[in-house]
T-cell receptor, first 114, second 109 residues
Framework: DVKVTQSSRYLVKRTGEKVFLECVQD?????MFWYRQDPGLGLRLIYF???????EKGDIPEGYSVSREKKERFSLILESASTNQTSMYLC?????????????FGEGSRLTVL | RKEVEQDPGPFNVPEGATVAFNCTYS??????FFWYRQDCRKEPKLLMS???SGNEDGRFTAQLNRASQYISLLIRDSKLSDSATYLC??????????FGTGTQLKVEL
């Protein structure tokens, strides 16, 4: 069964803290994505990666960075968390070929920044 | 104007009803179209792709109108278990998928 696992379901951090969100997939997918989901705004793409050590900015990369050292793992980093980064963060993976539509999501990490 | 627009709802319908959702997209060069379903406090999951000729999967029918740039989803004989948020998703080629904000459906007894 397809599996995307996010390391933390719920996190509470303070303004200025460095935050790591980890995502692991067991499907040998080349593509991995980080989205955030906010009420009224839907899912917005932060970063994606189509290969190890490769990354591309999405629509809202400001304040975030990513790391993909291994094919199965894609990390999202908030260098200095701010209250406007309070959100639900969703990791996803897919096979290459682009636009196939079958994104497999993790269960999400709800981050609260105080 | 949002790239992908949906009526947020909620649509409250009785069990057994037929309900339809529409979605409009702004980029005429969009190449692929999908409906995802998201249950409360869960991750989105692919419901079905949308093809130019229209396609059906059981009680669900998806239609695409490229000329008017809209996509529709029809659910027949609604079940309580259909209660969820339905996300319209548009692909522009490559890896870029744009999600609508979703339409909430509540099926009631």
């Amino acid at each position: 069964d397809v599996k995307v696992t996010q390391s933390s379901r719920y996190l509470v951090k303070r303004t200025g803290e460095k935050v790591f969100l980890e995502c692991v997939q067991d499907m040998d997918h080349e593509n991995m994505f980080w989205y955030r989901q906010d009420p009224g705004l839907g899912l917005r793409l932060i970063y994606f990666s189509y290969d190890v050590k490769m990354k591309e900015k999405g629509d809202i990369p400001e304040g975030y960075s990513v790391s993909r050292e291994k094919k199965e793992r894609f990390s999202l980093i908030l260098e200095s968390a701010s209250t406007n980064q309070t959100s639900m963060y969703l990791c996803a993976s897919s096979t290459p070929g682009g636009g196939t539509g079958e994104l497999f999501f993790g269960e999400g990490s709800r981050l609260t920044v105080l | 104007r949002k790239e992908v627009e949906q009526d947020p709802g909620p649509f409250n319908v009785p069990e057994g009803a037929t309900v339809a959702f529409n979605c409009t997209y702004s980029n005429s060069a969009s190449q692929s179209f999908f409906w995802y379903r998201q249950d409360c406090r869960k991750e989105p999951k692919l419901l079905m792709s949308v093809y130019s000729s229209g396609n059906e999967d059981g009680r669900f029918t998806a239609q695409l109108n490229r000329a008017s740039q809209y996509i529709s989803l029809l659910i027949r004989d609604s079940k309580l278990s259909d209660s969820a948020t339905y996300l319209c998703v548009v692909g522009e080629g490559g890896n870029k998928l744009t999600f609508g904000t979703g339409t909430q459906l509540k099926v009631e007894l």
